[in-house]
């Protein structure tokens, strides 16, 4: 059994890896591919897949952490068609294809074809999210397909429960089946709220004891889906999918609106959530090809018509496909999909994504294994092996179809991308803001913490301005131009007044005022900014040759001057700020507080290299962080968190190289 662990833990770590080298393939592709090739390579490995303890213990926490990381108030926008699609789709999927099901496979009762159809009804979120990572969705379609992945699967394993009933019993009730049904969904929505606010007051509790332990905080949180999951089912016999998606998103508001929650706990915990949904989604996608081989091996046990079943598998495939894509086109043209108060009309690309983002996958698996073994065989025709064959069959068909198609036509090329680089640009701004607020919080005064603040809004400003060259602004409009010539004449003057009164030297004040007259000249001349920006960077550029043949305490001594000088404008621009001239003063009060930057000669010999590269590389993962919050979040699309990944590696190549 360990042995059979172990290697199902090396399967994860390779699938991930393998990855990167077969873009083709997503990752719970090379799973499922890997589980089974392990299996077959090694019959006497058994790995039972009991369908109640499958859901507890990997779909329960995968969907109490989407839950957690869902866009509530883009899912609340489009309520409408999640609903329908959760909802009525299901219920008109079990109707519909359990009716075809009957009709391809007579020998089939109509209510087992109601509970096969119930079981491919739903999509799998998981599948869905594994499958999606790497694919840009329109952002008009992702919050519906989050939103009936997280919900859909209650109304099909409600379905099931019933349409097996029925095949057992031989009885149903149509009033029957409603009623229960909103007892149970709404049921298990209020024992996973409620649940949690008890678990969230018990933690408050303990840190208001004095007792705050990180490890049992922590461990508590992650203990939290599986304790909502088993209630809910077990206990009450709600739906347990819906808890723990209520609970996750009642986590996250709790946690937004109660400051006192201890900040280290819920970096400890976000990062343990990271490693362990990786963890449990190979889980997921691995036994799933873990059990391939044998549900195939039994299947064919009844020598049945194999070519005949597949053929039926693929017509009961392109069915679900052709009435998901008629459902979609109705609840956005149909009134049922808004935006605010705004409708959208859905075009046939959209359509298109939407239907092929239907992947049944684990929870489809796990439902039909929930038929009790040996159903049928009494009259010599194989139901539970029949059914998790068509089981099997689709799943794979809805995987494969939404991992070669979908990539190709939602929109993934970067460079194509409609205002990528707009879109890029801000990105980054923001990623960088959010570095420089977690750096300040850790700022006591540490002078490596400062340096790293002010370089980054130094960073900002000149990506705000297109800016290449030290000290050449972006003259947007004539105010603009002479602004600037007023400040430099007033750090001119200032730098006069450090003359006369003794705190900088004769010969430092003189070239320091002789390169301000050559930018003043320079700007006087015209307002276009491209003819005179190479030559004021020239200027900037014939100043430091000549200081670099100075010694270094003279350098020092220039740029302490410039610094002053900053610090002056910044205080006379605050003085002089007005509502009309806001804009460009707090432009420029932004640009001298971008060059309260010590340069790296200074650095050099001023800090100590070692704790330096340790506080760049501590930002750089600050960095790493926001933009994985950002993506999961949605503020970011896969092509731009990529982009940014890739920068944030080549800067921190060049950190770990540098002496």
Not at 182 to 201: D, H, N, R, T, W
Not at 475 to 485: G, P
Request: hydrophobic share 50%.
């Amino acid at each position: 059994m360990f042995e059979t662990i172990l290697v199902i833990f090396l399967i994860i770590l390779l699938s991930n890896v393998a990855a990167r080298f077969i873009p083709i393939l997503s990752v719970p592709i090379i799973q499922v591919m890997m589980g089974a090739a392990m299996i077959m390579s090694n019959p006497h490995l058994h790995l039972n897949l009991d369908s109640h303890l499958f859901m507890l213990i990997f779909i329960g926490p995968l969907l109490f952490n989407d839950g957690m990381h869902a866009n509530k108030r883009h899912l609340w926008h489009k309520r409408k068609a999640i609903l329908a699609m959760a909802f009525s789709l299901v219920l008109i999927t079990v109707l519909g294809i359990g009716v075809l099901i009957h009709a391809l496979l007579p020998d089939l009762s109509l209510p087992i074809s109601f509970a096969l159809a119930a079981a491919l009804s739903p999509t799998d979120y998981v599948a869905v999210s594994s499958l999606s990572k790497k694919i840009d969705l329109p952002a008009s379609i992702s919050p519906i397909i989050e939103g009936e992945g997280l919900i859909n699967d209650a109304t099909g394993l409600v379905s099931f429960k019933f349409a097996l009933g029925a095949a057992l019993s031989g009885v149903f009730s149509i009033w029957q089946a409603e009623v229960s049904f909103l007892v149970v969904a709404f049921g298990g929505i209020a024992v996973g709220s409620l649940i949690q606010l008890i678990i969230f007051k018990v933690e408050n509790f303990i840190s208001g004891l004095g007792m705050e332990d990180l490890a049992i905080e922590a461990l508590l949180h992650l203990l939290s889906p599986f304790i909502i999951y088993f209630v809910s089912e077990e206990v009450f016999d709600f739906s347990g999918v819906l808890a723990v998606v209520a609970a996750g998103m009642l986590y996250t508001f709790l946690k937004k609106h109660h400051v006192s929650k201890n900040q280290k706990i819920s970096e400890m915990t976000d990062n343990i959530w990271t490693v362990l949904v990786v963890i449990l989604n190979g889980l997921v996608f691995t036994i799933v090809g873990i059990n391939l081989p044998a549900i195939i091996r039994e299947y064919l046990i009844y020598g049945r018509p194999l070519v005949r079943d597949m053929v039926n598998v693929i017509i009961i495939s392109i069915s679900l496909y052709v009435l998901r894509f008629l459902w979609v086109l109705f609840i956005y043209n149909g009134n049922l999909e808004k935006s605010g108060t705004k409708k959208h009309r859905v075009n046939t690309k959209e359509a298109v994504l939407t239907t092929l983002s239907g992947v049944r996958g684990a929870v489809t698996l796990a439902t039909v294994l929930s038929v009790p073994v040996g159903l049928g065989k009494a009259s010599g025709f194989p139901v539970r092996e029949l059914l998790l064959f068509y089981a099997v069959g689709v799943i794979a068909i809805t995987m494969l179809v939404a991992t070669l198609l979908l990539p190709k036509l939602a929109k993934k090329d970067a460079a194509m991308e409609e205002g990528f680089n707009e879109k890029f640009r801000k990105s980054q701004i923001a990623v960088w803001k959010e570095t420089i607020v977690e750096l300040q919080h850790e700022n006591n005064g540490n002078v490596y913490i400062q340096a790293l603040i002010s370089e980054y809004r130094s960073q900002i400003f000149k990506i705000k301005e297109a800016q290449t060259t030290f000290g050449a602004v972006l003259f947007t409009c004539r105010e603009d131009r002479l602004l600037k010539l007023e400040l430099l004449q007033l750090e001119k003057s200032h730098t006069e007044q450090l003359v006369r009164d003794g705190e900088v030297s004769i010969a430092l004040g003189y070239s320091y005022i002789q390169v301000l007259e050559r930018k003043m000249s320079l700007i006087s001349k015209s307002s276009k900014y491209k003819a005179y920006a190479k030559k004021i960077g020239k200027s900037v550029g014939f100043f430091k040759t000549a200081a670099g043949a100075k010694r270094r305490d003279q350098i020092m001594q220039y740029h302490g001057l410039g610094y002053k000088n900053g610090q002056y404008l910044i205080g006379w621009l605050k003085d002089n700020l007005t509502a009309e001239n806001a804009f460009l003063y707090k432009k420029y009060i932004q640009y001298y507080e971008s060059t309260r930057i010590l340069p790296n000669d200074m650095m050099k010999s001023q800090f100590n290299s070692r704790e330096m590269k340790k506080y760049k590389v501590k930002s750089l993962q600050i960095e790493r962080n926001t933009i994985q919050h950002f993506y999961e979040e949605g503020k970011i699309n896969w092509n731009i968190a990529s982009t940014l990944r890739k920068n944030l590696n080549y800067s921190e190549a060049e950190i770990l190289r540098e002496s």
